[in-house]
């Protein structure tokens, strides 16, 4: 079922509280490009944080990298994103819509095999016309199908103004800084055969149709993990690894009801097996994550057109072989969006009261503790307050509010997730005791001033 409004409710509370602006809005924006707010950024980094502390910190045999987005134009080749990394883009005649044909037929119950070439997409396309409908002007005359090219072409270093002879690229995924790392990472590290690489970085694609808000865009954050591995142990790897990312999601606080797998029948050019994690979004259940056996692809791949020998030789056996890779390929934005989702609560309090409230995990709160004095015009309130602020956010991110009364300060702090909200009243001054404010079940405690730190570490741990 869409859930209509609830996406256009969270788009609402986004930009209302500074999670998510549309990238230059004071331009009119640009279409599929959104930027990060102040939340947005606390959120994301919570995100980022989380997923390297259990791929990275928690794991021997996992280490991390930051290669570049630019490349050389060879790696794109290879990895042969050049040739197939496309979409079946069709034009409505009437309006000029740019659309992507398989997403047309997608809406009348017809995948499109991702093997298919475009002149079989075209016989399925021309055969179903009178169904399809250009969603903007709903009319049915559409272009011949044509193959679109998702790589983002740059002119860095070219100096000819030749870009079709001469073509550099915005990265279209991050693992190919991986594969061309590898043999840098395997001498100059301690990692043995089965070890990974992780890293999170921009990824841009000129995705034909970008909707659903930051769910596809055009420049976007990844967080992958390419797992070196002897083709022996494929089967056992890859299970251990498809259960690893589950349970990351079910950690940072997603309900396991709202996931499911997703095994991909047709393969992308690069895949042997491949299933993906899906997020039930408002719109319904799509990709929040990848999880793809890639067999010897790509390393092959770099090797034929690189001329240098990637092979692996194992230390104890001497058995030679070419590493396979499985991997793991996220979106941050798609993880930021599935635990908004999941998060967003309508509450009825009665009474013709209502609040809007983030039930986040507390790990993923943009926003761990707010402290407010009870009134702004007392000095020897706020004075505390701001004492008690400064103890606590050097371990905590922390935000001061002395504005407005302190049921609309609770109501922001509801809406952006902070879990708890400390308040400096007469109290405090008399009795040094402080009152906790708890998000989800608005309950009050009063706590001694001296125990706040401890109080505090119990929680967050
Ligand atoms: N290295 C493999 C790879 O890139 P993918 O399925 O094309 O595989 C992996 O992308 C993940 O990247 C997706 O599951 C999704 O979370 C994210 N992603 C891909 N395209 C995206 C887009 N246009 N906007 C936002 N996130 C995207």
């Known amino acids: 079922m869409i859930e209509k409004n ?38 994301s980094r919570n995100i980022k944080d989380y997923w390297l502390k259990t791929m990275v910190q928690e794991r021997e045999n996992i280490v991390g990298l930051d290669s570049a987005i630019f490349m050389s134009p060879k790696v794109w080749e290879a990895s042969g ?10 034009e409505c005649k009437k309006c000029q819509a740019r659309l992507r044909a398989d997403s047309l037929l997608e809406e009348i119950g017809i995948f499109a095999d991702e093997k298919m070439n475009l002149p079989e997409i075209q016989d399925i396309f021309s055969e179903n016309l009178d169904k399809l409908k250009c969603p903007h002007c709903k009319s049915s005359t559409f272009s011949k199908l044509k193959k679109f090219n998702l790589l983002v072409q740059s002119n860095l270093g070219n100096f000819t103004g030749d870009l079709e002879k001469d073509p550099v690229y915005l990265r279209g995924e991050t693992c190919q800084g991986i594969y ?24 841009f694609r000129n995705e034909i149709t970008a909707r659903q808000f930051i769910f596809r865009t055009r420049e976007f954050e990844q967080m992958e993990m390419q797992y070196f591995i002897n083709p022996n142990n494929m089967v056992k790897e890859y299970d251990d690894l498809k259960n690893l990312r589950w349970k990351f999601y079910l950690d940072i606080g997603i309900s396991e009801k709202n996931l499911r797998w997703h095994k991909h029948e047709n393969l992308v050019f690069y895949a042997k097996e491949a299933f993906d994690i899906e997020y039930n979004y408002p719109f319904g259940f799509k990709e929040l994550e990848g999880i793809h056996a890639r067999g010897d692809w790509d390393l092959s791949r770099h090797s034929e057109f690189s001329g240098k020998n990637l092979e692996y030789t194992d230390p104890k056996s001497k058995e030679k072989f070419m590493p396979n890779v499985i991997e793991s390929s996220a979106g941050v934005g798609r993880t930021f969006l599935a635990l908004l989702s999941d998060a967003y609560v309508f509450e009825d309090l009665g009474e013709g009261k209502s609040r809007v409230v983030l039930k986040l995990d507390k790990k993923m709160s943009p926003i761990k503790i707010a402290i407010f004095p009870l009134l702004k015009n007392k000095v020897e309130l706020v004075k505390k307050a701001r004492d008690i602020f400064n103890i606590l956010k050097s371990k905590y991110m922390c935000e001061f509010d002395d504005s407005g009364n302190i049921g609309k300060r609770y109501r922001r702090q509801d809406e952006i997730g902070t879990p708890y909200c400390l308040t400096v009243d007469f109290d405090t001054l008399e009795k040094g005791e402080v009152t906790i404010r708890h998000r989800d079940s608005m309950k009050q405690e009063k706590i001694s001033e001296k125990e706040i730190l401890s109080y505090f570490s119990s929680v967050f741990n």
């Open 81 to 90: 994103h050049v040739e197939n990394f496309s979409d079946p883009l069709v």
């Open 6 to 43: 609830k996406l256009e409710d969270i788009i609402s509370l986004a930009k209302r509280r500074g999670f998510v602006y549309p990238s230059s809005e004071i331009y009119g924006g640009l279409a599929a490009i959104y930027d990060l707010g102040p939340y947005g950024v606390e959120l």
């Open 180 to 203: 061309v790392n590898y043999k840098n990472v395997l001498d100059t590290s301690r990692v043995q055969i089965p070890f990974g690489i992780a890293q999170i970085g921009k990824a």
